[in-house]
């Protein structure tokens, strides 16, 4: 019956590829199956303790794992899906991209020991503008398939961040340095903690969110995104 429902609302909305657009075939979802074959995987998750990833943080903040699923770069196709994600109010294309990326890596047990995902929280204004956080989203899709539970009242974040895309790296840096503040060290203190973001270019934004997040106390961050601009 569901099937059939799902059927017919394909018929009436036919779902497309995030990247290529094409129409799915039926048990794909989100990204047709062509170019997912051909996403700029990183690789990160085969070494998630030392990767360009990782070496973001290393000189800033004491940092567990690290992993972002594919290359990104605007424009790419792989670009093509986290602007759909941000900016074409695809709000679903954000859980079933978390999720298809939380099936690989729990396969090279990334996930082993992380007890809390914490999404990198968006300003209030800026939620509202868009209707949705991209990092929870993911968030959820990671959550759906691994089962770890999101602490997504954590971290908030006071400062606007502005149009990013527009700032050299050093405002950015700036922006973004007191951008965070944790509001409830309870529900973090003692834990491994996966920090979300829906693309890592710096670095500064999960490093603010870290460093935060480390006042609470014994905690690990670890940081997990859809997309890494190669430096
Ligand atoms: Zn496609």
């Known amino acids: 019956m569901i099937n059939l429902w799902n059927s017919l609302i394909d018929l009436i909305v036919p779902r497309v590829c995030a990247i290529c657009g094409n129409r799915l075939a039926g048990p794909e979802q989100a990204i047709c199956a062509a170019c997912n074959r051909h996403l700029p995987r990183t690789d990160h998750v085969l070494t998630p303790l030392d990767n360009l990833l990782c070496r973001l943080y290393w000189k800033q903040i004491p940092i567990g794992k690290a992993a972002a699923w594919f290359y990104y770069s605007a424009g790419s196709p792989a670009g093509r899906a986290i602007y759909a994600l941000k900016y074409h109010h695809q709000a679903d294309i954000g859980r079933l991209l978390g999720e298809m990326m939380a099936r690989e890596f729990r396969a090279e047990g990334f996930f082993e020991g992380i007890e809390l995902l914490v999404p990198v929280p968006l300003t209030r204004g800026r939620q509202r503008q868009r209707g949705y956080n991209q990092s929870l989203l993911i968030a959820e899709g990671v959550s759906h398939i691994t089962g770890i539970p999101i602490a997504d009242k954590a971290l908030r974040r006071v400062h606007f961040d502005g149009s990013q895309t527009q700032n050299d790296i050093e405002a950015r840096r700036q922006n973004v340095k ?45 940081v997990l995104s859809l997309g890494f601009v190669r430096p």
């Open 178 to 222: 007191n951008a965070f503040q944790l509001r409830h060290p309870e529900h973090v203190k003692g834990r491994h903690l996966l920090l979300i973001d829906d693309v890592v270019t710096t670095g500064a934004t999960t490093l603010s969110c870290a460093k935060e997040l480390a006042k609470a106390g014994e905690v690990t961050v670890s």
